[in-house]
Every structure is written in C-alpha cells, then in structure tokens.
C-alpha cells in the first residue's frame, strides 16, 4: 500500500527511498522531501513557475506559533493571531473580544465590581464560606 498525501490539487506519492514524488505541468514528475516538495508545489500553483524542490531541500519548516500571553489581575489574556485587535479573555464564563487596552479595562471594572457587592454585603461571603466548610465536613 503507498502512502498518499494530496496537496492543492496535486498528489504526492511517498517512495520506499523515504522520498516523495509529485507530477507537476502535465509529465513532469518531481522527487524530494516532503517540505520541499510541498515548497515546490506551491510555486507551481501560485505561479505556473517551476522551482526545483533541490532548492528547498534541508530547509526547517517556518515556526507559526504567534500565540502571546498576558496576565493581568488573574485574568490571562491571550492572541493567536498577532495582531492588536485579536485578544480574548474569559470572565465570568463569558468570552471577551478586542484590543489589550479595552480588555483590561474591562476586567478592571469586574473586579471593581465583585469587590463593590462583597464590601456591599459580607454576611453574603461569610455565609458561603461557611456553607462550603460545613458541606466539606460531612
């Protein structure tokens, strides 16, 4: 059985010499490593221009890993995609969408908020913390 790979249109055939073989512009068939081939078959595609995977061999495939983390007051930030407007929080079980200012300014004011309501009613705290140790000692 050959292990088949099938790339923007094209297939790709791997070879028992650990190679792998693509038919490009109708009767041409290339052999290379997978990332060159790959390379290769891009060019052709986007182009019509035939670049020989040779000149791609030994490259490392391109890290595109742009995930940033923020921590701001327990709260983790986080943008995959890199750019300013793209980060996202969850507060409260709710997802929150936008820039890094706009996101800390709105967990700013949750905190704010959830420190307000236990200022405003302690006996609220107190009675759930004691409900949870009572419920923990049964």
Known sequence: MTKRLYHRGYNIEYLDSGEYAARLGGNRVVTAELLAM???IDWWA???IFRDPADFEGM????????QTEEHKEYK????????DTWYVMI????????????KRKID?????????EAENP??????DSSQTQNSAQ
Do not use: C, H, P, W
């Open 77 to 84: 930030l986080v943008n995959d995609e890199g750019r300013i």
């Open 38 to 40: 790959k390379k290769s």
């Open 46 to 48: 986007e182009a019509s």
């Open 60 to 67: 490392e495939e391109e890290s595109k890993d742009t995930t």
């Open 92 to 103: 409260g079980g709710k997802l929150f969408k936008g820039s890094l200012k706009m996101l």
């Open 109 to 117: 004011l949750e905190v704010f908020r959830q420190k307000r309501e």
């Open 123 to 128: 006996a609220f705290a107190s009675t759930s």
